[in-house]
């Protein structure tokens, strides 16, 4: 049912100019995650320039990221370009021990050139196995959008989880330590488990998966991963995605279903934290209920996010861009947006700018190259990538997620009431 509403849904699909980053800027996150890889960056200056830009003051710590840059000497054949790449790899190798797992991680400049990473991932593999893992993927603005990255970096690493044929769930997509410790929480008292977290925080404890195991996403941008899971006989948990009270609810409720939890214990376990939940986001309702709200496509976390900010706090949808539409993996999502919402995928800046600039929404969810030159143009805008860095899933973080949104327009009054303001 949820899935025929889903596929009925008009969708206007635009291509065109796009303002999104590529697939590499996953690696800000996802080192942070995995405590013992390391991200290799097969690319040019510019690819090194994104990756410090994107992660900011982080590049002063000692580095889990560097980009092997592909000079134009390098050009002149492939061959000694392997040659290179082995031995930038094994330099970084011996300085390193702590690496267990190590991503060659492709671009733009690499696919141009058809440098093969997969095939220098095993033939590095051979050489230091079992000390390090070596595995490809690609991060490449051709191939991936943003999120993309981290879709791409977990299906590689699905082939390298052990095989399991017992009963277990497992959770996908990278999540903050903290709301990971809440879900682990919430699973044990209602007598679900063994839990497990892909990617875990190690690589010395990737998760076992096999036809026993059930998946649940955590993210909405996962479909390489998920259909990698399958492959191994996994089997997806249909759910919405745990953004706010009620998002956080039906995706325990699905996994409470599978594990066929008793309604009461459900209620016992589940309400006092959706009470809390659903008091915290009170006061953020009385201040966004109204809200008109634009999003253009950065994450794919736009569809989950505008359901939450219509269904839960009230806020009216102008449009909801997003720059890849799953329609299976977010049916649950798609049925509980209000009937005619305008969906957008893919992008074609210009005429988005135009839908924007006309509809003048309260507020417009947009990558930092539009932000400031809308603000200045009057319209309160929110940056899309703090949603990205931000823990915002599950119950305790609900507040903080609908903050987000309500911190610009409360800056915006101040300033037009010539006060001074927190920055959004
Ligand atoms: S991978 Fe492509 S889009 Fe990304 S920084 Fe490198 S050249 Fe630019």
Request: charged fraction near 25%; hydrophobic fraction near 45%; glycine fraction near 8%.
């Amino acid at each position: 049912m949820t899935a025929a509403v889903a596929d009925a849904m008009p969708v206007l699909r635009e291509r065109g100019q796009r303002e999104v980053f590529c697939g590499l800027t996953g690696i800000v996150w996802l080192h942070r995650k995995i405590q013992d890889a390391f991200f290799l960056v097969v690319g040019s200056r510019t690819c090194a320039h994104l990756i410090q830009s994107a992660a900011g003051v982080m590049i002063f710590a000692e580095p889990r990221f560097a980009t092997a840059i592909i000079e134009e000497r390098d050009l002149a054949g492939l061959a000694d370009m392997n040659e290179e790449l082995d031995r930038v790899v094994d330099q970084l190798l011996a300085r390193r021990p702590d690496i267990r797992l190590l991503f060659l991680v492709g671009s733009c400049p690499s696919e141009v050139i058809k440098l093969d990473l997969g095939r220098a991932a095993a033939r590095l593999s051979l050489r230091h196995r079992p000390a390090v893992r070596i595995l490809s993927y690609s991060g490449s603005g051709i191939e991936t959008t943003f999120t993309q990255g981290e879709d791409a970096c977990l299906a590689a690493l699905v082939p390298e989880l052990p095989r399991q044929d017992g009963r277990s769930l497992l959770v996908v997509g990278a999540l903050a330590e903290v709301v990971e410790d809440q879900f682990r929480r919430i699973f044990e008292d209602l007598g679900i488990g063994p839990v497990r977290f892909l990617p875990p925080r190690s690589a010395e404890d990737l998760p076992p998966v096999g036809p026993g195991t059930s998946f649940l996403l955590a993210q909405p941008f996962l479909g390489e991963t998920a259909r990698a899971l399958e492959e191994r006989g996994a089997t997806r948990l249909e759910a919405p995605f745990p953004l706010g009270a009620e998002g956080t609810t039906g995706w325990l409720a699905a996994a409470a279903a599978a594990w066929q939890v008793e309604p009461s214990r459900f209620r016992d376990v589940i309400s006092p934290c959706r009470e809390r939940s659903r008091n915290a986001l009170a006061r953020y309702r009385a201040e966004l209920a109204g809200k008109r709200v634009f999003f253009f496509p950065d994450s794919q976390l736009e569809v989950p996010l505008a359901r939450f900010l219509s269904t839960e706090l009230g806020m009216e949808l102008v449009e909801v861009g997003t720059p890849y539409l799953h329609r299976r993996h977010l049916a649950e999502e798609l049925a509980l947006l209000p009937p005619g919402t305008m969906l957008s995928e893919g992008q074609h800046v210009e005429r988005q700018l135009d839908r924007c600039r006309a509809a003048k929404p309260d507020i417009t969810v947009c990558g930092l190259g539009l932000a400031n030159p809308l603000e200045a143009e009057g319209l309160t805008t929110k940056w899309s990538i703090e949603l990205v860095f931000t823990p915002i899933q599950g119950y305790e973080q609900a507040a903080d997620l609908a903050g987000l949104f309500a911190r610009p327009l409360r800056r915006r009054t101040a300033l037009a009431a010539g006060g001074v303001a927190a920055c959004s």
